[in-house]
């Protein structure tokens, strides 16, 4: 039986396990892996495997309505960020681990900043009196994105498009809407 890896985010695995994304897709038939989501890439995956599977997934995307037309200046953007990007994603990682320590330290936040691995943080807020989606709005309107995993759950993703400073603005605000005092330095 044939094995395909959904590795979406296969390249934050790899540096959060220390792991090559060769290694930890070495068992699997095809893997899909996104170039935009840490990537950095505007847009676009790839399906990787043995080339008559590769021809065979053609010609499905091509019966389904998929591809592009010159798509050269695309192609462009996710060879850039395939060979450039995977080095930065340790500070995404980082970056997060930041937001998550500061997080932390809000009342009506619950998390446990040992557990966020890669580059995203999700919090219970319960504590908060309020849903995710009033809270992601609020924030919205300051600047700060966040989406709900839930009614009680608020997740924060870093990237490269995110640094230290912002991480440290986006903490001050999460404490400024609930009313509440943190110190961030960073």
Do not use: W
Not at 8 to 23: K, Q, T
Not at 80 to 108: R, S, Y
Not at 125 to 137: F, V
């Amino acid at each position: 039986m044939s094995a395909h890896l959904d590795g979406a985010r296969i390249f934050n695995a790899s540096v959060a396990l220390g792991v090559p994304v060769d290694r930890l897709t070495a068992k699997a038939d095809t893997v899909m892996f996104c170039l935009s989501k840490g990537l950095g890439a505007p847009v676009g995956s790839m399906l990787v495997g043995k080339p008559d599977v590769i021809d065979r997934g053609r010609l499905y995307r091509k019966a389904l309505g998929g591809g592009m037309r010159q798509a050269g200046i695309l192609a462009a953007a996710g060879l850039i960020a395939l060979e450039e990007n995977p080095p930065k994603l340790a500070q995404d990682h980082a970056n997060a681990n930041f937001l998550a320590q500061a997080v932390a330290q809000i009342p009506g936040f619950k998390l446990n900043p040992a557990k966020v691995q890669t580059n995203i943080v999700i919090c219970e807020i319960t504590g908060t009196g309020m849903t995710s989606a009033q809270l992601s709005a609020l924030l919205r309107r300051h600047g700060v994105l966040a989406n709900g995993v839930g009614p009680d759950q608020l997740r924060f993703v870093t990237h490269f498009d995110v640094n230290r400073e912002q991480c440290a603005r986006a903490v001050e605000v999460v404490a400024m809407a609930l009313g509440a005092k943190v110190a961030t330095t960073y």
